[in-house]
């Protein structure tokens, strides 16, 4: 590596000294269950449409661990062999089709009512103590099968719960299991202002904050949205040029 990166701590930096080559382990929870399609309306309107599309697929994770050692923190760059790439704002909107413009996402991270804000919003809850996250279990079980006489309200709640597990099991995965945080229930409270944040951004940050903190060579495994390493040429082109 060059003088771009001088940290010890960087994987790249242990490489030779590895008894064993570190792959690191991803984090994908898809969807698992069908797409109703009397909710496509919605979701194209709160900007997911294209994004509920993602289907499952695997990972090579020694392919993203090589290209993990190749990553710059400074510069949130790939440093290869054949110059500088990276994942932009642009990779995000053509692959993903999310929103890059408008609203940061963020919110507040403790919930005071979950339940009462499950009730509201999804008119169900899975307890009616404390907590802060939603089950992809809990999501599956309650919004899998959309009767034939469901409601618009029913339809829109089953909308929010289909977001929420994509949210938490694709776009925006972390490494602490399968599940996602109430604060982007709040966000879905209204689908036809949800598209006036720039979730493509919020994606985006948080898979450079993961190649940042997988570079370090403790690190085991790796959350964020891991597809979009397919617009780093493609992970096998990319990889050849690397050895």
């Given at each position: 590596m060059d003088s771009l990166t001088d940290s010890t701590n960087h994987i790249s930096s242990s490489i030779n000294e590895m008894v064993e080559y570190r792959a690191l382990e991803g984090h994908i929870h898809s969807v698992g269950f069908q797409l109703d399609e009397c909710l496509i309306p919605f979701l194209e309107l709160a900007g997911f449409g294209s994004a509920a599309l993602i289907r499952t697929f695997n990972l090579r994770h020694d392919l993203i661990s090589a290209l993990v050692e190749r990553w710059h923190p400074e510069t949130h760059?790939?440093?290869?062999?054949?110059?500088?790439?990276?994942?932009?704002?642009?990779?995000?909107?053509?692959?993903?089709?999310?929103?890059?413009?408008?609203?940061?996402?963020?919110?507040?991270?403790?919930?005071?009512?979950?339940?009462?804000?499950?009730?509201?919003?999804?008119?169900?809850?899975?307890?009616?103590?404390?907590?802060?996250?939603?089950?992809?279990?809990?999501?599956?079980?309650?919004?899998?099968?959309?009767?034939?006489t469901a409601t618009e309200l029913e339809v829109m709640q089953a909308v929010q719960a289909y977001i929420m597990h994509l949210i938490g099991g694709v776009l925006m995965p972390d490494t602490h299991g399968s599940e996602v945080h109430l604060m982007c229930l709040l966000l879905l409270s209204n689908l036809h202002n949800t598209r006036s944040y720039s979730w493509g951004s919020a994606v985006l940050a948080i898979l450079y904050r993961e190649l940042c903190r997988t570079t370090d060579l403790s690190a085991v495994d790796i959350g964020g949205c891991l597809i979009l390493f397919a617009v780093v040429g493609s992970l096998s082109d990319a990889i050849l040029v690397i050895h």
């Open positions: 760059t790939f440093h290869l062999s054949c110059g500088e790439c990276t994942i932009t704002l642009e990779d995000v909107a053509l692959q993903l089709g999310l929103p890059i413009d408008g609203n940061a996402v963020t919110g507040v991270s403790l919930i005071s009512r979950p339940a009462r804000l499950c009730y509201d919003l999804l008119g169900r809850s899975p307890s009616e103590g404390k907590f802060q996250t939603l089950k992809f279990s809990w999501l599956k079980a309650n919004f899998e099968y959309l009767p034939s």
